[in-house]
């Protein structure tokens, strides 16, 4: 499934390199120093190492080839590795059962994967997969779903063949869940574990947001609720605008229709009455007795006309003045309304009281005892200081409204006067004109039937005369009314708008007196009043009402979104440590099971084991210090592995007390229990066998021969028995130049030649 290594610029191979592995077992060979090892720290490279010590360096430009006497240095280091991805039927597990065909990455749907890394001199890094780029986490989680991990258990580089039985227990559960292919469960649940923090995270801010936007809506709901109560109001005052309007016009309509028809009625009879004395003032105009008599009729005529003129006048303006004496009389009801005050009594009313209670008072002082007789003084002295202060005109307590009231009732009271001196005056002048038309009457002795004609026609005339001033003053009244319902409209739209005006006409006007009308007026001052109080309509505070519940109802939705995502992830969690677990077990079973034969095999007997570490001891280690060149595992609360041996005729008491070659032979039989459990891609052993005597190199070489069966092996070795059982040899060289060089060696070729 590996099917070449291409190198460009990385370490000691300055010029593009290409090392295809075409066969099950490669090894790579040369001297000390010619680059060998690079072709392995190639491999780490590209699979995203990012530990520097592990690479043999320092910095990230010390992968680059630094150049040489004979050749230019190197920008940019370069490794891909090349995957054949068709699907093949691989071999799963120590027993040699095989699963039907599959991609070595099956997300993947490309016959062949290349993954290459490049690195710069400025430091940075870039990843791609098949020329398209990623992250370096991309890289990881595809590499893991192949068995390749971060751990670099698959890569035993050299001096390294002793360091799973070095490392910390920790570190080695990590690499042992590595070779068995866990990191892809680990990779989901540590990615499950980010998004249910960060749901978590999330479901705080949400009920922060709820606790902080729920004060606003409370304000906002009892501002809306005193809208409402606003709305109810100015809807029953647009009721009762409706039912005033429509009464008030048609009674405007037919009070002035009527008042001009009667006006009309009566200016007719006054013409006539005007025409009969026309024609008999003609007949007697060469009458000089006549015509003295007449004269003085006529004179009497004059002073009855003028005196009638002055009180129709008189009557235009009375009825002006009662106008403006309601229009005073409901301004100050309004005013009083608002401010709270009480409305006086009219003065007359004040005055008759007044003398009601001194008339009681009086009565009962003659036959009361002398005690209720002096208590009955103090009450009428008091009440005498009381009437003295507020009946006075000269007091300026009264409000500016009440002022103009009591004005215009003096003057109406003055008005009322001089109408009654003037009824009382052409009395008189209608009393003279009598007389002079009876001293006419008297020198006619004929025609007296005519002369009671013509009086009736002057009685008539100033009746009818009478009458037109009585109904121009209704007119005036009725303008004034008119007025005042105009005025009344306007309000009505500025405060309810339209629908105040959209009243159905009446036909007729209800059966029922003028003052109920009036008591309809008054409340509808006392709703103005009262919807002006309430405010306006409020449309911004409505609109930011609805929008603050629709927003409370979808941070709701959200809160019960993520607390069902949040429920979600505890249970795939709950799944994926279940299943970890479970495979960690069953895993570390087989591992057992083939690290206690290749134990046995390459000791020629003994014991060895994998065995869980004590959780109490494991947390007190908590602060172990790992390998710099190692990957931190994440692995809280899990216990490590601890590893147990027994060798044929010793006794160890401690993997530090095991010999170089003990631990090396140690090593590698747990390095190849782990990869006949779960084989990786390939494996990658940096001269592993340089501590090998002959007798172990052969059993080396057959431990190689039985896992090539499973992995792809690249060996870099020294090693003679090592290198025979290699289907392809590569030899790496360096030149003058001081760039590594290969040589390759086919030995299914190299035989047929030989031949």
Same mark, same amino acid.
């Given at each position: ?17 290409? *090392? %295809? ?88 749907? +490309? ?66 869940? %590595? ?97 009969? #004395? ?40 009375? /009825? ?12 100050? *009801? ?51 200081? +009381?009437?003295?202060? +507020? ?22 009271? %003055? ?17 003279? #004109?009598? &007389? ?58 500025? #405060?309810?708008?339209?629908?105040? #005006? ?27 009043? &009262? ?6 309509? /409020? ?7 609805? %929008? ?39 895993? *570390? ?8 034969? +290749? ?157």
């Amino acid at each position: 499934m590996l099917k070449r290594l291409e190198i460009a610029g990385f370490k000691s191979f300055a010029r593009k390199t290409v *090392l %295809d592995f075409s066969s099950a077992a490669t090894a790579i060979v040369g001297p000390n120093g010619s680059g060998k090892s690079n072709v392995a720290e190639a491999f780490r490279f590209a699979l995203g190492e990012q530990s520097m010590k592990s690479m043999r360096g320092k910095r990230s430009e010390d992968l680059i080839f630094a150049g040489s006497n004979m050749a230019p240095r190197a920008n940019r280091a370069a490794v891909a590795i090349v995957f054949d991805n068709t699907p093949h039927t691989r071999p799963h597990g120590g027993n040699g059962a095989s699963q039907g065909p599959v991609r070595i990455f099956p997300k993947l749907d +490309f016959d062949e994967v290349a993954i290459e890394r490049a690195v710069f001199r400025d430091g940075t890094s870039e990843y791609s997969i098949n020329g398209s780029k990623a992250r370096l986490r991309d890289i990881q989680e595809l590499l893991a779903s192949a068995n390749i991990g971060e751990t670099g258990h698959h890569i035993i580089s050299q001096g390294e063949a002793d360091r799973i039985l070095l490392a910390h227990p920790r570190e080695r559960r990590a690499m042992l869940e %590595d070779a068995l292919g866990l990191k892809v469960f680990e990779f989901k649940k540590q990615e499950a574990e980010r998004k249910l923090e960060k749901t978590e995270e999330n479901v705080k801010q949400v009920e922060a947001l709820r606790r902080e936007i729920a004060p606003h809506i409370k304000f906002l709901s009892k501002q809306v609720e005193r809208l409402e109560r606003a709305d109810s109001l100015r809807q029953e005052l647009q009721n009762a605008y409706l039912q005033y309007f429509a009464i008030e016009e048609l009674y405007l309509e037919v009070e002035k229709k009527k008042a001009h028809e009667d006006k009309a009625r009566a200016a007719e009879r006054l013409a006539a009455a005007e025409a009969e #004395l026309t024609i008999f003032e003609e007949r007697t105009t060469h009458d000089t007795e006549g015509i003295k008599r007449t004269e003085a009729v006529r004179t009497a005529e004059r002073e009855l006309d003028k005196a009638t003129n002055e009180r129709a006048q008189l009557s235009r303006e009375i /009825g002006r003045m009662e106008g403006s004496l309601e229009s005073a009389k409901r301004r100050s *009801l309004q005013v009083a309304r608002e401010k709270d005050i009480q409305v006086k009594i009219s003065r007359d009313d004040f005055e008759s009281l007044r003398k009601e209670l001194d008339s009681q008072c009086s009565i009962s002082d003659t036959a009361a005892p002398e005690s209720i007789r002096a208590a009955l003084l103090s009450v009428r002295h008091t009440i005498a200081v +009381f009437f003295e202060r +507020f009946a006075s005109t000269t007091e300026t307590f009264l409000a500016e409204e009440e002022t103009a009231v009591y004005g215009y009732e003096d003057q109406m009271r %003055d008005l009322t006067t001089k109408d009654t001196e003037l009824a009382r005056h052409i009395d008189e002048a209608r009393n003279a #004109l009598a &007389r002079a038309r009876e001293a006419v009457f008297a020198y006619e002795e004929t025609g007296r039937e005519e002369r009671h004609k013509v009086f009736a026609a002057a009685e008539a005339k100033a009746q009818e005369e009478g009458v037109i001033a009585r109904l121009e003053a209704r007119l005036q009244t009725l303008t004034m009314e008119h007025e005042a319902y105009v005025v009344e409209r306007n309000e009505a739209l500025a #405060l309810v708008g339209i629908p105040a #005006l959209a009243y159905e006409k009446l036909t007729e006007l209800p059966q029922e007196d003028r003052r109920v009308q009036e008591d309809r007026r008054r409340a509808i001052d006392r709703l103005k009043i &009262r919807v002006e109080e309430a405010g306006g309509a /409020g449309e911004d505070v409505r609109t930011e009402h609805k %929008d603050a519940v629709e927003r409370e109802a979808y941070l709701a939705r959200e809160l019960e979104d993520l607390s069902k995502s949040a429920l979600g992830l505890h249970e795939l969690i709950s799944e994926l440590s279940e299943e970890l677990t479970k495979s960690f077990n069953e895993g *570390l079973h087989k591992v057992n099971a083939s690290f206690g034969e +290749f134990f046995a095999l390459m000791f020629g007997g003994g014991t060895a084991k994998l065995i869980l570490e004590d959780v109490s001891v494991a947390n007190d280690d908590e602060e172990d210090e790992f390998d710099e060149g190692m990957p931190r595992p994440v692995m809280k609360g899990k216990p490590g592995i601890d590893i147990s041996v027994g060798l044929p005729k010793k006794r160890v008491q401690s993997l530090m007390q095991l010999s170089g070659g003990e631990r090396a032979l140690t090593s590698i039989a747990l390095i190849f229990a782990m990869s006949q459990v779960n084989p990786p891609p390939f494996l990658i052993l940096d001269e592993t066998d340089a501590a090998l005597d002959e007798a172990n190199s052969r059993r080396y070489g057959d431990m190689i021969e039985n896992l090539a069966r499973r992995s792809q092996l690249i060996v870099i070795s020294h090693n003679r028995e090592t290198m025979s059982r290699a289907g392809i040899l590569y030899g790496v060289t360096m030149g003058a130049d001081g760039i590594s060089k290969l040589l390759s060696v086919k030995f299914e070729d190299a035989v047929t030649v030989a031949k």
